[in-house]
């Protein structure tokens, strides 16, 4: 076997190509490796960099709490960071002993990711290589406070289970506070998240995105279709909530298949009748209803009335505000009983019983016989009486 590597520098992540040349296999990967001091060869920066972020008032005690561990971690690593709790902001710059030049935006997203409430022991794990962070702003996505708030709670599920179910399955860390979804885990993933989150909150419910994650990982696993185009086992989910253009788009392409067609079955029946062949339409023929034509007028319809007009009509206009809010609770309160009292009555069928049929007594059975018997004995009669007349 055959190694030969390759390095590269670039802001402080050394990536080395490795190629496994085998009689049967030939792999080529990137391996990321730990940035050391002893790759820095320039020596310390010639100039200081710095990142500040502001917190919210809430979380003023939590961060005094833990930034000793905050501190701690970021000393490994040569960065020297600050708590401002009358600006209410958090800081972070580099020193003489930093030697990783990308460590500083790590730190940047650490301080990032304590400002939107994630927990310090998570918020370390940024400073590692191979765990990136995102934080997606929703609170300009949707502009109704309550449809924000409901689409939003999506995104966490009854008792946290979609946000559970995200998580296991793109390998991420993800939390919902705020007008913020704050996410950390591989790059890969994290495109993943972001494109569940925009989408639930422009309503695609997160379950969709989900059951694809489920079925990609599913076939990940077979070795035969690692070449092949996925579309045809991945769900397609049709959009139901149609906008008005999209309706009428609609409605005027089934007109215009329905118009082709007609004109299709007119040609055949043109065809059918020059040549002399009689064709017998079976059933009714169905015609199509004769449509009215409108009368044209150049004056435009009348104007509807306002909502003050119809106050102003009832009377209702000139009444004081309790007056009115007694009025429509009183309209209201109408309305609950007469709905309230067909439900009952709808309750009540139930327990009426069913129109029994009554069995008839001996007696009525004896005349019913008599009769069927009477009956069967009038036309005999009637013959006997015809033959002593003949004779």
């Avoid at 060869?41 to 709490?65: D, H, I, N, Q």
Wanted: proline share 5%; glycine share 6%; net charge positive.
């Amino acid at each position: 076997t055959r190694t030969s590597g390759i390095e590269k520098t670039n802001l402080g992540i050394r990536m080395i190509l490795i190629m496994y040349v085998d009689r049967n296999t030939f792999v080529v990967y990137w391996k990321v490796e730990q940035f050391k001091p002893e790759d820095n060869v320039a020596g310390p920066f010639t100039e200081e960099s710095t990142f500040a972020t502001l917190f919210p008032k809430y979380r003023e005690k939590y961060l005094r709490e833990v930034w000793g561990t905050v501190t701690k971690a970021l000393e490994t690593h040569g960065v020297a960071c600050t708590l401002d709790l009358i600006h209410g902001s958090m800081s972070v710059r580099t020193t003489r002993k930093t030697y990783d030049p990308y460590i500083i935006l790590k730190a940047r997203d650490m301080i990032k990711l304590l400002a939107r409430g994630v927990n310090v022991n998570q918020a370390v794990k940024i400073l590692d290589d191979a765990v990136a962070c995102d934080i997606i702003k929703i609170g300009n996505l949707v502009r109704n406070t309550e449809r924000f708030v409901k689409r939003r709670q999506r995104i966490i599920g009854p008792d946290g289970s979609t946000l559970k179910a995200i998580e296991l399955l793109t390998g991420c860390y993800v939390l919902v506070q705020g007008n913020t979804v704050s996410a950390m885990g591989p790059y890969k993933s994290l495109k993943e998240v972001r494109r569940i989150v925009i989408d639930c909150m422009k309503n695609i419910h997160p379950i969709y995105r989900i059951k694809e994650l489920m079925i990609r990982r599913e076939l990940a696993k077979d070795p035969k279709l690692v070449n092949e185009n996925w579309d045809r086992f991945l769900p397609k989910f049709r959009k139901r909530n149609l906008t008005s253009a999209e309706k009428s788009a609609k409605r005027r392409e089934k007109e215009a298949t329905k118009g082709s067609a007609n004109s299709a079955a007119s040609g055949a029946d043109a065809v059918n009748g020059a040549g002399g062949v009689g064709v017998v339409e079976s059933g009714p023929s169905k015609t199509a209803p004769p449509t009215k034509k409108k009368i044209y007028t150049p004056f435009p319809p009348p104007q509807l009335p306002r909502k003050v007009d119809l106050q102003l009509e009832s009377g209702e206009y000139f009444l004081k505000p309790k007056e009115r809010e007694a009025k429509e609770a009183e309209r209201k309160r109408q309305q609950q009983n007469e709905n309230s009292a067909k439900r009952q009555a709808e309750k009540a069928q139930v327990f009426i019983a069913p129109a029994e049929a009554v069995e008839k007594t001996v007696e009525e059975k004896r005349k019913a016989k008599r009769k069927l018997l009477e009956g069967d004995n009038e036309p005999r009669k009637k013959k006997r009486n015809r033959k002593g007349n003949e004779e």
